[in-house]
């Protein structure tokens, strides 16, 4: 069974469908998709902003995570306002 998850880049908006493999967590999904630049600082949240890098993908399938930059205010696919 293919496990689907959507990435959107939390900047621009971008979004990419990323097909993820048993075992493999959040941020390697990302990290192998190519969704973002190689040596890139960034976490990955879910809807209710909640930082899930080190979950594993497949938990997610059929949702979309925002990727963005550490410590943004992105929850729930919104950017909340960057103080």
Known sequence: MTTIVTFRNAITDARQEI?????????????SSG???TGSSFSVRDKNGQVVD??????????????????????????????
């Open 19 to 31: 097909e993820v493999t048993p075992g493999q967590t959040v941020r390697q999904a990302v990290e």
């Open 54 to 83: 080190n979950q594993a993908a497949a938990d997610y399938a059929n949702t979309v995570l925002s990727v963005g930059l550490p410590g943004d205010r992105v929850v729930g696919g919104r950017h909340t306002g960057a103080s």
């Open 35 to 37: 969704f973002i630049a």
